[in-house]
């Protein structure tokens, strides 16, 4: 399953009650986030997260508002003893602007491995979890981001009988192992249902309107998306600032 969690939603300024852009995803014993805003590590820690299980960062663009959070937070990992390395992703130039992060947070005891996501789009995996990039329509190069992450087939006891599968196989497979036993070689098959409905998650922010977004985004399970400029009398603003109504 997806465990997600909005650590923050405001735009620009953090508020009392309202922390700046930030996304928790969890899967299979994972953790990354998506964007970093200011006061993104107390929000972590006010909703009964950790900040020393994050592996891996997904930066939408490099505005303030969602970045302005990373030297706290690394320097927080620091202070963890992690040792494990932590990977991140952005769009082209994210190596400039951890030229500038390495100045103001100078002990970080762990690896930073940094990926430039650059062009229309980007797949790219983390530990079964499918992430496809999709350039938005902002002021500067920034991401949307699609989640997809395939469920589990569920255990048909019925076939495991049929199939005269040894009850003692019966985890092993539906765990998703091949079994040799008694000169016989069991696969998850022998056990397993019908393949299920993967589970898709769509993350856009700070972008106009997207095609691409419905072409990909189609039949997501949950849509997070923007809402900088609610009132009618500011859709020229978004138009000029590059956000959505």
């Not at 320097?75 to 991140?88: G, N, Y």
């Not at 299920?196 to 189609?218: F, H, I, M, N």
Request: net charge negative.
């Amino acid at each position: 399953m997806l465990d997600i969690c909005l650590l923050g939603t405001g735009g620009t300024v953090p508020l009392p009650n309202r922390w700046l852009t930030s996304l928790l995803v969890r899967w299979n014993g994972n953790t990354l986030l998506v964007d970093c805003g200011e006061g993104t590590q107390i929000a972590i820690h006010q909703y009964g997260y950790s900040c020393k299980t994050i592996d891996t960062i997904l930066l939408t663009h490099f505005h303030t508002d969602h970045t302005a959070g990373l030297p706290g937070l690394l320097l927080t990992m620091a202070k963890s003893e992690r040792t494990e390395p932590v990977t991140i992703y952005g769009p082209k130039g994210l190596t400039e602007v951890f030229e500038g992060i390495y100045k103001v947070a100078r002990y970080i005891p762990f690896e930073i491995k940094l990926v430039e996501i650059d062009g229309p789009q980007a797949d790219f995996e983390i530990k079964g979890l499918k992430i496809k990039a999709l350039h938005a329509k902002h002021s500067v190069p920034c991401y949307a981001y699609i989640f997809e992450l395939d469920r589990m087939r569920k255990f048909d006891k019925d076939k495991a009988i049929a199939k005269d599968v040894p009850m003692q196989l019966w985890g092993k497979l539906q765990k998703g192992n091949t079994v040799e036993f008694d000169g016989k070689i069991y696969t998850p098959d022998d056990v397993l249902g019908e393949s299920r409905q993967g589970l898709k998650l769509v993350y856009a922010t700070d972008t106009r309107p997207l095609e691409e977004l419905v072409t990909y985004g189609s039949h997501a399970d949950l849509y997070i998306g923007e809402g900088m400029y609610g009132d009618p009398e500011k859709i020229e603003k978004a138009n000029l600032n590059k956000h959505s109504t």
